[in-house]
Each structure stands twice: as C-alpha cells, then as structure tokens.
Nanobody
Framework: QVQLVESGGGLVQPGGSLRLSCAAS????????MAWFRQAPGKQRELVAAMNSGTATNYADSAKGRFTISRDNAKNTAYLQMNNLKPEDTAVYYC?????????WGQGTQVTVSS
C-alpha cells in the first residue's frame, strides 16, 4: 500500500508564499509521477503541477511563473513552492501519486489566501 501525507498549508496574505510537502510511504516504485491538484469550494478538482521521477514537469496555466514543483526521490517527497499567491489560489491542495500499482491520493491540505 501507499500513503501520502501533505503538509505546509495555511493562511497567507495575497502576494505571500507557501511551500507544500507531500511525503509518500509504503511500496513506492522507482518510476512514478507525483502531482498536485487543488479543489476550491463548488469547483472540480484541477491539476496544478506534475513531475515524473525524472525531471519532466507539467503546469496548469494558472501556476506557470508562480509555482514550482520539485521532488526528492531519495525521500519519496514532492514539494510545491507557491509564490505571489492570489485569493483565487484558495483551495484544498491534494497530492497524487501514479505508478504501475495504481493511483493514490493524500488527504489534502488547506491553503487560504486572504488579507
């Protein structure tokens, strides 16, 4: 089994920064993709950023230039550095891991951007 635990969410003012972490444990395959999704109230869950176990990344247009996804494969941990946060970034942020054995989700961490 695989467990994902997100951390780093919180309340931040517009223009501020946060760094989210997603620690994966259990049976982690060497080849996988880790991604960050978010879901705002009343909206569908959407992709924010993804990164495979190499260096390939993919970003939503809303995240380009402000968010950076990174990974420490030795620690099975993914990060999402979020800069210049906007109120519309307010959402629950979820970590997702895709590997040959299946798709796994974390429990989510709340990010609130408000003055």
């Amino acid at each position: 089994q695989v467990q994902l635990v997100e951390s780093g969410g919180g309340l931040v003012q517009p223009g501020g920064s946060l760094r989210l972490s997603c620690a994966a444990s259990g049976s982690i395959f060497r080849i996988n993709t880790m991604a960050w999704f978010r879901q705002a109230p009343g909206k569908q869950r959407e992709l924010v950023a993804a990164m495979n176990s190499g260096t390939a990344t993919n970003y939503a247009d809303s995240a380009k230039g402000r968010f950076t996804i990174s990974r420490d494969n030795a620690k099975n941990t993914a990060y999402l550095q979020m800069n210049n946060l906007k109120p519309e970034d307010t959402a629950v942020y979820y970590c997702k891991l895709n590997q040959l054995s299946g798709v796994y989700w974390g429990q989510g961490t709340q990010v609130t951007v408000s003055s």
